[in-house]
């Protein structure tokens, strides 16, 4: 014996790990996507295409890397708080649409940044909300386990 010994591991039979940070970040870069192209496809025409990439990014990820945990992603994107998630989401989205034309009727320089402002925004939300709603399921399913 050399003296050497392998670390106990922490996790536990059944205990179900959770998706990857960078995919929350992908998913809150395909929602954000749709504003940063229309706020950056006159100056970067390769910038219109950002969507397609990321849904072609997205489901090549969900058939090939993510394949094995699909039925945990269906399970987290079909709960209740996915639908609040959904449902706050499209409510923030509107209401920032709304409140920014207001604030850009009155601010003409604000009028240019309007997508880049919608687009950040959603995308840190969907990513901070998705990845919360991951960890509020994954908590209470390991607890039982």
Not at 4 to 21: C, N, S, V, W
Not at 27 to 46: E, I
Not at 58 to 74: E, G, I, Q, V
Not at 119 to 145: E, K, P, S, Y
Request: glycine residues 6%.
């Amino acid at each position: 014996m050399n003296g050497f010994q392998a670390p106990e591991t922490e996790t536990r039979p059944g205990k179900i790990e959770g998706l990857p940070g960078w995919y929350f970040v992908l998913v809150g870069l395909l929602v954000a996507s749709n504003d940063l192209s229309l706020q950056f496809g006159d100056r970067y025409h390769w910038v219109v295409f950002l969507p397609i990439v990321l849904v072609v990014v997205h489901l090549t990820l969900w058939f090939t890397l993510l394949s094995r945990r699909r039925k945990y992603l269906r399970a987290v994107w079909r709960s209740k708080q996915a639908l609040v998630l959904v449902a706050v989401l499209f409510t923030l989205r509107l209401g920032l649409q709304f409140g920014l034309t207001k604030l850009t009727d009155s601010a003409a320089p604000l009028h240019s940044y309007t997508h880049l402002i919608l687009g950040l925004v959603m995308l840190v939300v969907t990513t901070a909300g998705a990845w919360f709603d991951q960890w509020l399921i994954l908590r209470v399913v390991n607890r039982r386990a």
